[in-house]
């Protein structure tokens, strides 16, 4: 019966049945058992899964569902959500990752049987990985003097009611059997002020108790100041109970299924986070992993790493592991929080504390002194609490105004970093020149802690339209005599379309700067990439830390001979043009053709036809209508969906629907493969009997465009089924079609040409206007 709980879309039974969505409707309209809706909307119903597979298996129309698929359905489909899911489901991988004769033994027998021992048996897990274990499911409410108001009237500065914090010991005995979440050995309990105290407990009602169990070999930890108690934080990961187990117990199974036929309770988590991610990609700014690996790497090695602005976890995921590591992590919203402390606990031994809380305004770790802060804050915030934290003690450099929330961030990175500590911050670029900032820029050079500011390519990061800047800084540990800034600018490494800059060319030449930057305080100038700038000619009116503004241009001899290799690119492409240029036409007399539609076409299966936009679950490059239109590789990105993607073949032709254009672009073997997106549809000929290339040149006639497309107010569509083409036998097709395709090598070569030649114009531009190039 629990298993009536997870429910299913129309486009998942489909996909469980191996048909499409009209099929589904198909039975619900023909078959008066089939199962009725249990929620959604009236447009999209969704339906229990247990009863929909009893249906389908009683129908002989169940398909061999993959356990990936059958697992993410009971993901998504879950009652209380994906995330919620998705979280007891990484407790689990836990558990079978750190003691996998635990979860077996507790895993025999019936889902009730489950759902009574796994509570225990996650408490020990939790305990020991993550420092408490909260049996709250949810972060009490931070009130506006940063206290936690708890439900048994506790007022906690620390954030956590002290009865919800457990003691590793409490959660074994000494026959290591599984122990009740509420079985608490006294002489080992947790000091509350009601007498009980195990040695080395804080023993002051009004401390903060320790994160850390009392015997954890972390218990005494350098990143904080010596008789510095240690903070309790609302824990990002709460101890499911009973009934929340019962309820997820076909997930829980199918989990560590999952992670069998994966290798690893670790591949299975990532996994079912990726699809997560991809099928709610407006629910989470992603930092992508290449960046979060030149953070780490511009950090260096540490042993204590902090990110105050978790996310989902990527930035502390890219930390080189060593020895005696510690990682924290916090989080305003408990999802990511929680996922975070799972991804990391799965991926490293190290120590993993992961709090939720307003980091800005209820700061989890008030403490720590870290080796390093890696960071991705939110940007453009004007609520992150400027009224309230006018006189708090971060502020060294200056008061934030409202406008600069990415300035306090940059000061909080510095208040909990060591002496000589490194905190890696991603910043929009107008963090780095806004007026109101600039005072606090100018005591960040001053006194040394700005270290170095990277401008990186256009497409590192979301916002993919903008440069985003890297900032680098340093808690002082003593004043510089002559203090310097490193400036680099890593724009020349972005790429065309949409995936991403040359990642290996922005980490060789930034790292390659830094590395030498830090080790001499100093660097020879690198013209168009990098330098070193006294302190002293940034402290004007503007404190304007934008490189591009202070760069000097590229060596004189490399723009040259960039030049020159385009022109001699662009010479050969016109030469090839050239070549191809069509024969002088021949007139030939009106010709009246029986034609045809390609409606009729696919109705009488001389094609097939299909519409795009779906992602599906293969992370495939999409092929988008502005591709087909510039005639460039595919460049796009959709959200994962339930419904499958469809992707290209050798031999299709696809056809845009919007704007007017007479476009038609047969799949080559370098297309293919790519999935089709929005607003394309896709034809795919037989071979037997109709031409690609012909099908495609005829499609582009202009008249004929004209004929099937209707028009709104702003907007122009391409009814494809309406465009007509001749019947013609398959060889006077196929003479046709060669015709066409060499158009089309013109064509290409073309806009080959028009690409190099732009490029070509506006260099020279940039090197007369720059000195670089000399007018004669």
């Keep these: 019966m629990q298993d009536n709980a997870t429910e299913v879309t129309a486009a998942g039974i489909a996909r469980l049945a191996g048909v499409g969505r009209a099929a589904v409707s198909n039975w619900r309209r023909r078959h008066a058992d089939f199962p009725k809706p249990v929620g959604g909307t009236e447009t999209s119903p969704s339906f229990a899964l247990a009863e929909v597979e009893a249906w389908l298996r009683g129908q002989g129309k169940l398909a061999e569902v993959p356990l990936r698929e059958r697992v993410w359905q009971q993901l998504a489909g879950h009652p209380e959500g994906p995330v919620a899911a998705l979280t007891r489901a990484g407790c689990v991988l836990l558990l079978i990752h750190d003691r996998p004769t635990l979860w077996l033994e507790v895993a025999g027998g019936s889902d009730e049987r489950l759902a009574a021992m796994l509570p225990g048996a996650l408490e020990q897990v939790l305990v020991q990985r993550f420092g408490v274990a909260s049996t709250r499911k949810r972060p009490a409410a931070v009130n506006s003097a940063g206290a936690v108001n708890s439900p048994g009237g506790v007022n906690s500065p620390s954030g956590v009611n002290p009865r919800d914090a457990v003691n590793l010991r409490d959660a074994v005995n000494s026959a290591g059997s599984v122990n009740s979440p509420r079985s608490v050995n006294p002489s080992a309990a947790v000091n509350t002020g009601d007498g009980a105290e195990p040695a080395g407990a804080v023993n002051s009602p009004q401390s903060p108790i320790s994160s850390q169990p009392a015997n954890s ?360 043009a050239a070549e191809l240029t069509p024969p002088p036409a021949e007139g030939a007399g009106a010709v009246r053709w029986p034609l045809t539609t390609v409606g009729e076409l696919a109705r009488g299966g001389a094609l097939v036809m299909r519409t795009g936009g779906n992602g599906g679950h293969a992370r495939v490059p999409v092929l988008t209508d502005t591709d087909v239109l510039a005639g460039t590789a595919p460049s796009g990105t959709l959200p994962e969906s339930d419904e499958e993607a469809v992707l290209t073949e050798p031999g299709d032709v696809v056809v845009p629907v919007l704007g007017g254009g007479s476009m038609a672009r047969v799949i080559d073997d370098a297309t293919a493969g790519a999935a089709l997106g929005r607003s394309l549809v896709l034809l795919r000929p037989d071979r037997a009997s109709l031409d690609a290339w012909f099908l495609a040149g005829f499609l582009r006639g202009t008249a004929n465009n004209r004929r099937a497309s209707s028009y709104a107010s702003t907007a122009t569509r391409l009814d494809v089924r309406r465009l007509q083409l001749p019947r013609l036998p398959l060889d006077e097709q196929r003479r046709y079609g060669a015709r066409f395709r060499a158009l089309d090598e013109f064509e290409r070569a073309l806009r080959h040409a028009n690409r190099l030649g732009d490029q070509l114009v506006r260099g020279m531009y940039d090197g007369l206007t720059d000195g670089t190039v000399a007018p004669d």
């Design 217 to 576: 070999p972390h218990a005494v930890n350098s990143a904080y100041p010596a008789n510095t108690p240690h903070p309790v934080h609302t824990p990002a990961v709460y101890l499911p109970t009973g009934p929340e187990l019962l309820a997820s117990a076909p997930l829980l199974r199918g989990a560590a299924e999952l992670a069998a036929e994966l290798g690893g309770a670790r591949q299975a988590f990532e996994f079912l986070l990726g699809r997560h991610l991809d099928a709610n990609p407006r629910q989470y700014t992603l930092t992508p992993a290449e960046l979060a690996a030149l953070m780490a790497d511009l950090a260096g090695p540490a042993r204590t790493v902090l990110d105050p602005a978790c996310g989902t976890g990527a930035l502390l995921r890219a930390v080189t592991p060593r020895p005696d590591q510690e990682l924290y992590a916090q989080d305003a919203a408990p999802e990511p929080a929680a996922l975070t402390a799972l991804r990391l606990a799965l991926r490293t031994r190290a120590t993993v504390r992961s709090a939720v809380g307003d980091t800005l305004r209820a700061d989890a770790y008030p403490h720590l002194r870290a080796d390093a802060v890696l960071c991705h804050p939110p940007f453009n915030e004007r609520n992150w609490g400027h009224d309230e934290l006018a006189y708090d003690a971060r502020w060294e450099y200056g008061f934030p105004a409202r406008t600069e929330s990415e300035l306090a961030w940059v000061q909080h990175a510095l208040a909990r970093l060591r002496d000589g500590g490194t905190a890696v911050l991603l910043m929009p670029p107008a963090a780095a020149s806004r007026r109101s900032g600039r005072r606090i820029r100018a005591d960040l050079l001053r006194r040394g802690a700005l270290r170095a500011v990277v401008a990186l390519p256009v497409g590192a990061a979301p916002p993919y339209n903008i440069p985003l800047h890297l900032w680098v800084l340093r808690r002082p540990d003593q004043s510089p005599a002559r203090p310097e800034v490193l400036l680099a600018d890593a724009g020349r490494f972005a790429t065309e379309g949409r995936g991403g800059p040359d990642w290996r060319a922005v980490r060789d030449a930034v790292l390659d700067a830094w590395q030498l930057f830090d080790r001499t305080g100093t660097l020879d100038e690198r013209p168009g990439l990098a330098r070193a700038l006294p302190v002293i000619d940034l402290l004007d009116d503007d404190v304007d830390l934008a490189p591009a503004r202070h760069l000097p241009p590229p060596a004189a001899a490399d723009g040259a001979e960039a030049l020159t290799a385009v022109r001699e690119r662009l010479g050969a492409t016109l030469g090839r």
